[in-house]
């Protein structure tokens, strides 16, 4: 009887450690909400599940899943969960991630632990799921940019009557209605039919391009809060370009230095904003100028050139210079978290110079700054 016993325990045994927990297998679904949303912005929750199948005839007491998320820079996240299998050793287990910030994030192999019935030995195995996905940076609605006004004297003194983005009397469609739009603007058929207050958007007259410069030099930021208001600056304008429908390129100068030619085709755009999802301050240049001559055969004549960057110095003015004398419209945008005073003086030098300058200390600064009202 002893004998009998000790045999079938080690064949229960040797029978849950082959066909348990070290062949699972599993499938995960990811998901943003309710919605079930595709696009991911910085900010949102992922929500995951996992179902688990564990061949094998033998029922196990409990099963513990530990997943671990791993972001493009390093950071990780461990999620541990237990769940008990049916008789056929099915089962499903869901989490919810923590708010993410932008970058790419996969999802490492799942690892599975489990006991026998009696508690004598832990088994484990591991399966690899597919879950990968990316997480785009953070955005705000900017409703109206100032560059572009063509009674804007600050734009340039020319570029003021001869790039402008005046718009035509053909009605091209309708869109919700912006603070500040005239009484005559609003589309009261469709306001009447929606309940909410609608306004007639009009054909524009082609303007110049636009380049988006970036800066991710290491030496230009002290930490990183600055370096993610620059990145969402940059997206933020790139969302304005696609529904002003204008022709709009990124010139990032990291440690690569990648240029993407202007233009309104929602493809491209989009392969900007991804291009923006992992994207970091690595760049070994001490100036930006060396980064955008590489690719100065590339850049279209008479376009905006709109740089991104906390640098407040010579280093920048040269690039400003750089620009103009290549016959593009130089802008800058200054990324300053301190709100320092040094700002102000600054954005009235280069405005002396005919310069366009914006100052952003908060990212909800943003529609504000651009000239465009309040968030």
Not at 160 to 174: D, K
Not at 207 to 229: N, R
Not at 325 to 342: A, K, N, V
Request: proline residues 5%; glycine residues 8%.
């Amino acid at each position: 009887m002893l004998l009998s016993m000790v045999t079938l325990l080690c064949m229960y045994l040797a029978i849950a450690g082959f066909s348990g927990v070290r062949r699972a297998q599993g499938v995960r679904r990811l998901s943003s909400g309710p919605d079930h949303e595709e696009l991911l912005h910085a900010g949102d929750q992922v929500q995951v599940q996992l179902s688990l199948t564990i061949p094998g005839f033998l029922p196990l007491p409990y099963v513990v899943v530990r997943e671990m998320l791993h972001r493009h820079n390093g950071e990780s996240w461990s999620f541990k969960e237990s769940l008990i299998p049916n008789m056929r050793g099915n089962g499903e287990l869901s989490f919810q991630t923590p708010p993410l910030e932008r970058g790419k994030y996969v999802f490492s192999e799942t690892e599975c632990a489990s006991e026998d019935i009696f508690g004598l030995i832990e088994h484990r195995g591991k399966f690899k799921a597919k879950g990968e996905f990316r997480v785009l940076p953070r955005t705000v609605f900017i409703p109206y940019w100032q560059l572009y006004d063509r009674k804007s004297r600050l734009s340039g003194p020319q570029t003021a009557l001869t790039r402008s983005r005046r718009e035509t009397t053909q009605i091209n469609g309708v869109r919700d209605y912006v603070y500040g739009d005239r009484l005559s603007r609003i589309h009261w058929n469709a306001t009447a039919k929606t309940g909410n207050w609608k306004s007639k958007e009009f054909e524009h007259e082609s303007v110049p391009k636009t380049v988006l410069v970036l800066d991710a030099l290491a030496l230009s930021y002290e930490h990183g809060d600055a370096f993610e208001i620059a990145v969402s600056t940059a997206a933020s304008l790139l969302e304005y370009g696609v529904r002003e429908r204008m022709g709009m390129g990124l010139l990032t100068l990291s440690d690569q230095t990648s240029f993407m030619a202007p233009s309104e085709s929602l493809m491209e755009r989009q392969k900007m904003m991804h291009h923006l999802v992992d994207i970091q301050y690595n760049g070994q240049d001490t100036h930006l100028l060396p980064g955008v001559e590489r690719i100065a055969r590339q850049l279209p004549q008479g376009a905006y050139f709109v740089v991104i960057s906390p640098q407040k110095d010579e280093k920048i003015m040269e690039l400003l210079r750089w620009a103009d004398t290549r016959g593009m419209t130089p802008c800058h945008i200054l990324i300053d978290t301190s709100e320092s005073r040094r700002s102000a003086e600054w954005n009235a030098m280069l405005r002396g110079r005919g310069t366009r300058s914006f100052t952003v200390s908060h990212l909800q600064e943003l529609p504000t700054v651009m000239g465009g009202g309040s968030v």
